[in-house]
């Protein structure tokens, strides 16, 4: 069991140093990229690398029977998700959406945010015996409600920005790459996530659920070293 639950924490450490590098990736990026959406999309993937490692400790805590350690550390790693969706909310609105007002998505994820985080502490979380590969604590149903309303309309802006990158392609190559590795990663990622967040998956199917997240954050460094290029190689 111990191998099992180790290979899942190497995992979660590996999403979390490549969520690292794409947001320190972000201070190479050609300037004549460095737009609006930029840093938000940068910001994500920091809060994302946050997340993973903060659950990478909680699962090995768990494993070796510190739960109430682990359950505290959750909680706090469920706020990091929680924010994680206001923060990706701002980079599709400045990507997708520039004429809607910042502050209309600021107030409406933020109070859908304040309703995540109170739904933590009211109501409790579920500790799951641990499998070979994976030690589980999961919110309530309450709490993936509130974020499953959150999240649904960013998967499906997510699976439009990827249509749209092979519909109206962009007339620069390094651009039209960004927007579709980085749009199918986040896709990959809210779908595996989604399914680990809510405890649909269990034991090995957690570990492979996250190696797919993990892919999703390969394809995101990817997306943002697309914008590295010089400015003598640009098409």
């Not at 960004?178 to 957690?206: A, R």
Request: glycine share 4%.
């Amino acid at each position: 069991m111990l191998a099992g639950i180790l290979f899942t924490v190497l995992v979660s450490v590996a999403i979390g140093t490549f969520s690292a590098f794409i947001f320190f990736a972000r201070s190479n990026v050609n300037p004549r990229y460095k737009r609006k959406w930029l840093f938000p999309y940068a910001l994500f993937w920091c809060v994302m690398g946050i997340v993973w490692y903060v659950l990478a400790i909680a699962d090995f805590l768990s494993y070796v029977g510190r739960k109430d350690l682990a359950e505290i550390i959750v909680y706090i790693m469920q706020i990091f998700i929680g924010l994680s969706l206001v923060v990706i909310a701002s980079y599709f609105n400045k990507a997708f959406f520039p004429r809607v007002p910042a502050m209309l998505i600021y107030l409406l994820y933020g109070a859908g945010y304040i309703a995540f985080v109170v739904s933590l502490f009211i109501f409790s979380i579920d500790i799951r015996p641990n499998s070979f590969f994976a030690s589980q604590i999961i919110t309530s149903d309450t709490t993936i409600k509130i974020f499953t309303v959150q999240f649904a309309p960013l998967l499906c802006i997510a699976f439009f920005g990827l249509f749209m990158a092979f519909v109206a392609r962009s007339e620069d190559a390094h651009i039209r790459r960004f927007e579709i590795l980085s749009n199918l990663s986040f896709i990959l990622l809210g779908i595996s996530g989604f399914l680990d967040e809510t405890g649909v998956v269990t034991d090995w199917y957690v570990t492979a659920s996250r190696l797919i997240t993990l892919i999703s954050a390969i394809l995101a460094y990817f997306a943002i070293t697309a914008l590295q290029e010089p400015d003598e190689l640009v098409i």
